[in-house]
C-alpha cells in the first residue's frame, strides 16, 4: 500500500489550498481514511477522518478546523481530499493522509489507528 501526498504550498492568511491523497495497493473507500499534521516542535495531531463507505461515510473533524475544511473522496481515481478554506497562520505544517485497517464503531483519532502513512505534503500560511 502507498499514499502519496501533494498540493501543498504557501498561501496567504484567509486563503484555500486542496490537498490530494493518491492510494495504490489499497481502494481508499473501503476503509476510513484521515489526515493529519505536523507543526515543527509538536506531535502529529488529528485533523480530521473519514469513515469507509458504507458505514455512514461519516466525517469529524479536529475543533480547531471545524467549518474550515472538508474531506472528501473520489472512489473513480482513489483519491482522498482535503480542502482547506479560511487558512490561518497556526495551520502551517506537514500534513498526512493516512488509512486504518481496522474498523472501529466510532471515529479514529489517533496516529497509532492508521498503519499507512503518506510521506507528507508541506502547507504555509503566511499572516
Not at 502529529?44 to 467549518?67: H, M, N, P, Q, W
Not at 473520489?74 to 505544517?93: G, H, I, P, R, V
Not at 488509512?99 to 500560511?125: C, E, K, N, P
Request: proline residues 1%; charged residues 20%.
Amino acid at each position: 500500500v502507498q499514499l502519496q501526498a501533494s498540493g501543498g504550498g504557501s498561501v496567504q492568511a484567509g486563503g484555500s489550498l486542496r490537498l490530494s491523497c493518491l492510494a495504490s495497493g489499497r481502494t481508499l473507500s473501503r476503509y476510513t481514511n484521515a489526515w493529519f499534521r505536523q507543526a515543527p516542535g509538536k506531535e502529529r495531531e488529528f485533523v480530521g477522518t473519514i469513515r469507509r463507505s458504507g458505514s455512514g461515510s461519516g466525517t469529524y473533524y479536529a475543533e480547531s478546523v471545524k467549518e474550515r475544511f472538508t474531506i472528501s473522496r473520489d472512489s473513480a481515481k482513489n483519491t482522498m481530499y482535503l480542502q482547506m478554506n479560511s487558512l490561518k497562520f497556526e495551520d502551517t505544517a506537514v500534513y498526512y493522509c493516512a488509512s486504518a485497517s481496522r474498523h472501529l464503531a466510532g471515529f479514529m483519532t489517533r496516529t497509532g489507528d492508521y498503519d499507512y502513512w503518506g510521506q507528507g505534503t508541506q502547507v504555509t500560511v503566511s499572516s
